[in-house]
Nanobody
């Protein structure tokens, strides 16, 4: 079965960096679109960044220039490098895997069928 396991979350001060990882198993990883989502308390889950099988990426406007999504198909691992973190980046971060979808759907959670359990990121001011 499909398994996605996130790691790398933690507590940092504003301006700091973290690197999230998501280890995948149980499916043909390289063919799936992979993405990072986040959800803060009381807010809806929002798309952070996505990467397709051809390594094309899309980042949310709120993280452009600060976060970078990447993937290592040989290691079946997804990454999110987060720099210049802000308190508003505080959330539970989830990785997700999905099949074919349009470019406009890449950051929509409803198009992803597989989810990890999440890793908490807390940024203090």
């Amino acid at each position: 079965q499909v398994q996605l396991v996130e790691s790398g979350g933690g507590s940092v001060q504003a301006g700091g960096s973290l690197r999230l990882s998501c280890a995948a198993s149980g499916y043909t990883y390289s063919t799936y679109i992979m993405a990072w989502f986040r959800q803060a308390p009381g807010k809806e889950r929002e798309g952070v960044a996505a990467i397709d099988s051809g390594l094309s990426t899309r980042h949310a406007e709120s993280v452009k220039g600060r976060f970078t999504i990447s993937r290592d198909n040989a290691k079946k691992t997804l990454y999110l490098q987060m720099n210049s973190l802000k308190p508003e980046d505080t959330a539970m971060y989830y990785c997700a895997a999905g099949g074919a979808m349009t470019w406009s759907s890449l950051l929509s959670p409803s198009f992803y069928g597989y989810w990890g359990q999440g890793t908490q990121v807390t940024v203090s001011s």
